[in-house]
């Protein structure tokens, strides 16, 4: 680390040594710290509680006053800006695509399209605002090692666009276990500090959790990590307006008997913390479904897509 690294911006005072600390565990600037809790950094750091505290409280206060006016937060709303899918009915279903300050969750059997619209959001991020992008580069966490960079290479030649460039403008971690996940994740605010990112996907969030908590003795344990994880996700997206895309696999509901028993894992936890989410199947060789199941203000629906050579698209 640089010698000029080691500072908290905008939170001067702070011993080199702990500043040091804070920034390896993602704790770079003024929100991180001040959005966080001192209990948690203890546990995963050498610094002490006392310490932590009153550096939190230092960004509590250099923040302001944790109440806004709702004409404010109106106001935010309405700088939401969203993302193309590069399917217009997708769009209209999401509401015009999908969103910054907060998580879409899109749930589906093997082959449903979650990584192919993953892929796509990566590409279409980067494009400039009047095409549906915000002119940014993509995050891509992955979990399953389902990153492929032909595939963005085709959908970015699909569009005219300079592939290399495109690729150059995604970022991708792999992601061996959940600890390593939530590690990955927290170095995100140090990436923003270099790199202009508008959004972040995580393919899937769910797998790594559901692999090394097996057993009823073990879900609750994995379900409060999973709420610490998405919690996590969250600030990041309401604190640097990011769009956080999450891919998450679907298990039968046994008390279902009849209709579709198909339901996202992740239980409860889940449900709450994606404040979109969309639940895609497979109708025919490329044409895929995806029906709104949640969202807060738009109406429930359902329409059909395509996956084509080129990606994402609408059935002409
Ligand atoms: P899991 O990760 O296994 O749970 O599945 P997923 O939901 O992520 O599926 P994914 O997004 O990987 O979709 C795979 C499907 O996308 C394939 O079965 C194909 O139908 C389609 N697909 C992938 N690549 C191409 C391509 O280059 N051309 C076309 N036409 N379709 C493709
Ligand atoms: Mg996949």
Redesign the pocket.
Known sequence: MEENDVKIKGLPGIPKNIAKKLIELGYVDVKSLAFSNPEQIADESAIGLTTLQEIIKKARKKLGSPFEAADSIYDKRTKISRITTGSYNLDSLLGGGIESQSITEVY????????????QLAVNVQRPEDEGGLDAGAIFIDC?G?FRPE?IV?MASALSLHPMEILKNILVARAYNSEHQIFITKQIPKILKKMNARLIIV??VIGHFRAEYLGPESLIKRQGKLNKYLHLLQNLASTYDLAVFI?N?IQADPSISYGDASQPTGGNILAHAAQTRIY?R?IR??ERSARLIDSPYLPEGEIVFE???DGIRDIT
């Open positions: 589906g059997a093997f082959r449903s399209g979650k990584t192919q619209l993953a892929f399953e389902s595939r085709e393919d899937s891919t696999q895609l497979r060789r490329n996956i084509t050579s």
